[in-house]
């Protein structure tokens, strides 16, 4: 069976869950040539996948930014430091 | 903070990356910031509290969660529609409201589900790596990561209201 023959076979049966799952894989792995081509085919003609995709897309961004806010030491804890690097020092 | 997710612990790492620091100043070649230099120790040191931590739980199954419930949420996620978000994503990630959604959405993740997340997605820190960290195996990890990605997806889709856009 010929590469093309079976990307087309993946494309037609691949299932929004799969294709979910691969989206996913595909933010942390190259994907192979047959997962590409039948996930790319997939979400070309798939809505529900489509928004699936820009979500995680917006979802990695937001994550890239620091979500934690600054977060700041208490008086205790800069005293007990400040201790601590003086006896080291 | 939200890796350790213990204030304690988190001020017991600021203070052995100060220490290191101090140790290791004449490795400091100023080929970067000092500020840089100082996550980087202290990057390591979360690390290093996680792997001791992690060793010290039981054995994980593929999460630290209950498989049958994940079944469950997994069959009802495939079964729904994704809203529709806002096409910039830039302008998304910074929006306020999305932001407190998020950080609300990964509280109730599993701790294990959400740490291999936030390692992974805020600290880019490769799978492989990961995988050593959590002590799983590719396959789990790929899964705990969909999981994550799926749950959060549909948390902020119920719990964040901000703006809609068309569809892709």
């Known amino acids: 069976m010929s590469k093309g023959f079976r990307a087309i076979i993946r494309i037609l049966s691949l299932r929004c869950g799969e294709a979910d799952q691969l989206m996913s894989d595909s933010l942390d792995r190259r994907l192979s040539w047959s997962e590409r081509t039948a996930l790319a085919g997939h979400v070309f003609a798939c809505r529900s996948c489509r928004r699936a995709r820009q979500q995680l897309q917006t979802l990695r961004q937001a994550m890239r930014h620091s979500l934690d806010g600054v977060e700041t030491l208490s008086t205790e804890a800069r005293d007990r430091m400040r201790a601590a690097l003086k006896k080291s020092c | ?168």
């Open chain 2, 1 to 168: 903070m939200a890796r350790l997710r213990d204030r304690d612990v988190a001020e017991d790492v600021v203070q052995e990356t100060f220490l290191a620091a101090l140790w290791a100043r004449d490795r400091f070649t100023g080929g970067s910031t000092e500020r840089t230099w100082l996550v980087g120790i202290l990057k390591n040191k979360v690390v290093d509290r996680i792997r001791r931590s992690v060793r010290d739980r039981p054995p994980p199954g593929v999460a630290d969660h209950d498989e049958a419930t994940a079944a469950v949420f997994d069959r009802e996620y495939r079964r729904s529609t994704p809203r529709v978000w806002p096409r910039d994503a830039d302008r998304v990630a910074d929006d306020r409201e999305f932001r407190a959604a998020l950080a609300r959405c990964l509280d109730r993740l599993p701790d294990r589900m959400g740490l291999a997340f936030r390692l992974r997605e805020a600290d880019g820190i490769e799978t492989d790596e990961i995988c050593n960290i959590l002590g799983v195996s590719a396959t789990n990890l790929a899964t705990l990561l969909y999981r994550a990605r799926a749950r959060l997806r549909q948390c902020l889709d119920r719990t964040w209201r901000g703006g809609s856009g068309s569809d892709p």
